[in-house]
Nanobody, 126 residues
């Protein structure tokens, strides 16, 4: 049974940093692209970042580019999202997701991802 579990969320002040982790089990981790998504109450789901399986190429949504960094450790079956210079508008539930092979052209939509985690809350507030 496939399971993705996010951790590392919490409360942080504007300008601060957090690192989210997502650990997977029940799948061939190195064969999957891993994405991070977020959703605030009453808002649409937003693609944050994706990292491919084949060459490790990375992709970022425009709102987080230059502030967030995605990385993966295949030996630990874990993908990370390092978040810096956090803003109140980054407040959301953050989800990780897995898609076979590589990040697709429309990775931001999340529609092609096969497996999803339960989410972890990130709150940016002073």
């Amino acid at each position: 049974q496939v399971q993705l579990v996010e951790s590392g969320g919490g409360l942080v002040q504007p300008g601060g940093s957090l690192r989210l982790s997502c650990t997977a089990s029940g799948l061939t981790f190195h064969g999957y692209a891993l994405g991070w998504f977020r959703q605030a109450p009453g808002k649409a789901r937003e693609g944050v970042s994706c990292i491919s399986s084949s060459d490790g190429s990375t992709f970022y949504g425009s709102s987080v580019k230059g502030r967030f960094t995605i990385a993966r450790d295949n030996a630990k079956n874990t993908v990370y999202l390092q978040m810096t210079s956090l803003k109140p508008e980054d407040t959301a539930i953050y989800y990780c997701a897995a898609e076979w092979k590589d990040c697709g052209y429309a990775w931001k939509t999340g529609s092609e991802y096969e497996h999803w985690g339960q989410g972890t809350q990130v709150t940016v507030s002073s």
